[in-house]
């Protein structure tokens, strides 16, 4: 056969031994000059910029910066132990002997919602993009009363059996501690179905007078309200050196959450920068969370928990406050309509509402 072979290609397209495996010499000219001239070399690196998050195993750019559980400087929520006791006592069995809220050695799980076989399919880390984007439908936005990601990460990781897949710092800098598709533990009924964000705030008080208004915000003499971390948490672990975080408005914002008149102060400029592109790509990359907040019949938003019946057909962006009863994240400065608006410009290729109207318009009337 082997001189068959040869008699026919002749000798432009002689054969090679190599070892005692036979390749014809056309094989390795057509590797040579096609497909080897695209293909990364063994060892060579594959470039990441930094704002990619990991969506069933995938990195999907968000052109904000991403610091992954992989990552230096990352918090990783894979991890059984504590990450910031005394090394020497962050195994399971000394943690859950110390503290006795943690019960699980892990903090998040399989999300349910799927077939028998896809179960089977998925338990080892199997996950693909599609049987992702069919299971999650929902973004649910929190703030972490913590006022910094590192230590809401230290509260989720070594005190409580809690998890979320991201942490938005002062700084505008965006944490994902777990894959999208594991299954986090922050929302109760929508952990199955949900995306996790923890924001970086102290939360929304019934009184102006609350301690952590006095241990968090200073009014500068030019009006200005500055976030001063308390010295108990050191420089609070920002990414950015020397970041100094201001709310986006200076004066306490004041709503009504599940019928409690609330007072709290804004997320910082960098923080609804960050949101506005995050909350666009996770509508990209699972587009079952339509990129809208939950409005009632005069398109406002609904500012208490949706009855089970309207939270179980919900798809889109959403507050814990409209999950669970006990709740009131993200508070009444959270500014809805600017992140949404945002998202969907981003979403719309960067227009603006107004050009994409007029751009509209312009299509119509040639038509
Ligand atoms: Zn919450």
Known sequence: MRAAVERR???????????????????????????????????AFAPRR?????????????????????????????????????????????????VRDLTHPNRFNLRSG??????????????????????????????DVCGVSRQCFKVLQDYRDLSVHFMLDLDGTIYQTLDLKERAWHATTSNSRSVGIEIANMGAYRSEEAKPFDEWYRREPNGQVRITIPGKLGDGGMRTPGFVG??????????????????????????????IKLTATLCKALPKIRCDYPKDADGKLIPHKLPDDELKNYQGVLGHFHVQTNKTD??????????????????RGGMSEAADQTSMGHMRSRL
């Open 50 to 98: 930094g704002d990619e998050i990991v969506v069933a195993g995938q990195f999907v750019h968000t052109d904000t910066p991403v610091v992954l559980w992989m990552d230096p400087g990352g918090y990783d929520a894979y991890r059984v132990e504590r990450r910031f006791s005394p090394i020497e006592r962050s195994d399971w069995e000394s943690s859950k002997a110390e």
């Open 9 to 43: 290609t002749g000798n432009l397209l002689k054969s090679r031994l190599v070892g005692s495996v036979h390749i014809p010499a056309a094989i390795i000219a057509a590797t040579i000059f096609t497909g080897c001239q695209t293909a990364p070399r063994p060892g």
């Open 330 to 347: 993200p508070g009444p400065a959270f500014q809805w309509d600017y992140v949404i608006d945002g998202a969907r410009r981003v979403l």
């Open 246 to 275: 201001h709310p986006a408005r200076p004066d306490l914002a004041r709503g009504t959450i599940q019928g409690q008149e609330l007072v709290q102060y804004d997320f910082t400029p960098e923080q609804y920068r960050a949101l």
């Open 114 to 143: 799927l077939t028998d076989e896809e179960i089977e399919r998925v338990r080892g880390g199997g996950w693909d993009l599609p049987t992702l984007q069919k299971v999650v439908d929902q973004f649910v936005i929190h703030f």
